[in-house]
């Protein structure tokens, strides 16, 4: 740990729903592992995003909907830490915290899920998907127009807005009897799946996988192409967010950073840039890597009305992008 003492608690802070609480604790168990001495306290709480559960993301006028909440928390040290989902965070930034990122990068492709009844029976004249994000809709309904069975091949493809935690989706989606399809982040959909953290074992956890389960069986599902519809920046990946001037917290949670997380992350992010950011784009971006080089997909309409479409691959490495600091 340097000159620095490890400190006898960490505080850590997140929203409350299940899957943000659950992402710190699969921080908090990597840390455990590292510092089997290290003792952990949480803070859960609402943000703005998750007490306005009807407007859309993009109509919401506030950047950072579901992450700005807790930078006082951070600032009076009453947290060390918050652990977001990284693309929540808001692009523009200020030099009294960091961001680092931590752990493994979760699947960046989102997940088309399909009624098996519709599937088999497509007596419909339109088909209808769950989807609040104006970059699915943009990208998506023209592949789904090519990429669908040729019995649904004709039919429009009409997106609905839907918010909500995932088992709320799933509900509504399910007792919709004119919605067809569901979108979801698949990440998202993982990490509820798994049982390799010690709260997995709580009635909380296991009956989200079983409610999770029961709609999954209803359905068929499709993992969209990143080449066709490039994930929202960042998707995926976990960010912790610090004070800029606690040196020993940040000498602890970047034991956590994979630098090629890091590196994919940065490059989406400093992409949507470019074209201002926020949930209204219509732009995806994509950036992994591969034993044969980094690959880059950029798809998407600008608020200007360019469209974007960009398939690259470097072969060749790609310099570390500077440390990000957030608001």
């Known amino acids: 740990m340097g000159r620095h003492t490890l400190p006898s608690l960490l505080k850590i802070g997140s929203r409350k729903s299940a899957l943000a609480k659950l992402q710190s604790y699969l921080v908090a168990d990597a840390l455990k592992k590292k510092f089997p001495d290290l003792k952990v306290e949480f803070y859960f709480k609402e943000s703005l995003g998750d007490k306005d559960l009807t407007s859309p993301l993009w109509k919401m006028g506030d950047r950072g909907v579901f992450t700005k909440d ?61 989807s609040s994000s104006p970059r699915r809709e943009f990208n998506l309904k023209r592949f789904l127009a090519k990429a669908l069975p040729k019995r649904l091949q004709g039919k429009p493809i009409v ?50 996988r079983k ?41 602890i949670i970047s034991t956590l950073t994979i630098p090629e997380v890091s590196k994919s992350v940065l490059i989406e992010r400093k992409e949507l840039q470019k074209y201002g950011g926020g949930c209204h784009q219509k732009i995806g971006v994509s950036s992994f890597s591969r034993k044969f080089g980094e690959v880059f997909y950029l798809r998407g309409l600008t608020d200007d009305g360019k469209e974007l479409d960009a398939q690259l691959l470097n072969k060749n490495k790609v310099s570390q992008p500077k440390a990000e600091h957030i608001t």
């Open 70 to 130: 807790f930078k006082e928390d951070l600032l009076n040290e009453t947290v060390d830490v918050v652990i977001h989902s990284w693309k929540d965070l808001d692009l523009q930034h200020e030099d009294n915290t960091e961001v680092i990122s931590i752990l493994e990068r979760a699947d960046q492709r989102d997940l088309l899920l399909f009624k098996k009844e519709h599937l088999l029976n497509p007596n419909f004249s339109e088909i209808k998907i769950f």
């Open 159 to 208: 997106f609905e807005p839907v918010r909500g935690n995932m088992q709320t989706r799933l509900a509504k989606w399910s007792e919709s009897k004119d919605t067809q399809g569901l979108i979801l982040a698949k990440a998202a959909l993982d990490r509820l799946l798994t049982e390799n953290f010690p709260e997995a074992a709580s009635d909380e956890y296991a009956q989200i």
């Open 211 to 251: 409610t999770i389960r029961s709609y999954l069986k209803d359905a068929v599902f499709m993992c969209l192409p990143l080449s066709e519809n490039p994930n929202a920046p960042a998707q995926g990946a976990l960010a912790a967010e610090i004070k800029s001037s606690r040196q020993d917290i940040r000498e």
